[in-house]
């Protein structure tokens, strides 16, 4: 199992935002919900395991974010960046496969 470092550096602004990732390397997109990010990376649950040190292009979906996201609160999200998975963590309390995903920012 892998350990990571639960404190915060910084700042967590928490949404239901909808993103579109690819791995590195490949032309296929996955849509996901991140569920908060900061100026130091994102947090999200997929479907599926990502190793730890995989690197992730994420992409904003056409600058579409719900009502309550103001730019205030939009200044740490990126609406490209790279990232490199730090720990993937296994939900076990869900009915299917679903796993938690931290990322931090190249």
């Given at each position: ?10 700042d967590?602004?928490?949404?239901n ?24 990376g ?32 939009l ?20 009915e ?11």
């Amino acid at each position: 199992m892998n350990s990571f470092d639960n404190s915060r550096k910084c700042d967590r602004e928490n949404h239901n935002m909808r993103i579109i990732y690819t791995e590195s390397g490949s032309e296929k997109c996955h849509p996901v919900k991140i569920l908060n990010y900061s100026e130091n990376g994102i947090y999200f649950e997929n479907l599926h395991h990502i190793p730890p040190g995989a690197v992730l292009v994420f992409y904003s979906r056409g600058g579409e974010f719900p009502e309550h996201v103001t730019d205030k609160n939009l200044t740490s999200f990126k609406s490209m960046a790279r990232a490199e998975v730090k720990w993937c963590k296994d939900l076990k309390d869900r009915e299917y496969p679903h796993f938690g995903v931290g990322t931090q920012y190249l």
